[in-house]
């Protein structure tokens, strides 16, 4: 079975739900770590977690997911990002398929500069970009609420994270697993 790595940073569980809702719509077709990064992966400002990005090492699909801070990825996740570079230099993660989910405050809270850095990061690592194939405001369901199509925007309504959202994050989980089972 093809292995989809879901590498995110959560402090107050809204994106650690929308990973666990991308992790839903892959079950069952794909193996699946859900790997979160945790502030003791950083030591000295450097992120060490080997363990964690040799399981990306492994994996056909990764979903990267960080909630929006000051309009970009958090610290924590970038940190991530950072330790990648010894993989960039020899294109370890290359063909790998690659997706993005943020949330966020406000709707309009620059979460399509987290995608952005998301899609950037894939692109350094020669993966190949899979975003939302849901025209915004256009699905039944209420799928893709934002209007994103470059990877999944969320942001708290009344606190909560609208179940539209977490179903985007099941669809993305399903497409990803679409894709790897088209390259295996
Ligand atoms: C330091 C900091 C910066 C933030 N910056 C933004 C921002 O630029 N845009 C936004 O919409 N929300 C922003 N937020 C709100 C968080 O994205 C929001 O609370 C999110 O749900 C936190 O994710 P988590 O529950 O996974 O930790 C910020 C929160 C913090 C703590």
Known sequence: MPLLAIVYFSISGTTEKLAHAVARGAAGKMEIAVCRISGDDIVSGRFENESLLGTVDRADAVAFGSPTYMGGPAAQF???????????????????????????????????????????????????WCGIDIPGGEDKGGRNRLGSQLGLATHLVDGALPQSDLCTAEYLGQRLTMLAGRNG
């Open 78 to 128: 970038k940190a991530f990002a950072d330790a990648s570079s010894d993989r960039w230099s020899e294109q370890r993660w290359a063909n790998k398929f690659a997706a993005g989910f943020t949330t966020g405050a406000c709707a309009g809270g620059d979460q399509l500069h987290t995608l952005t850095y998301f899609s950037v990061l894939a692109a350094q690592h020669g993966m190949l």
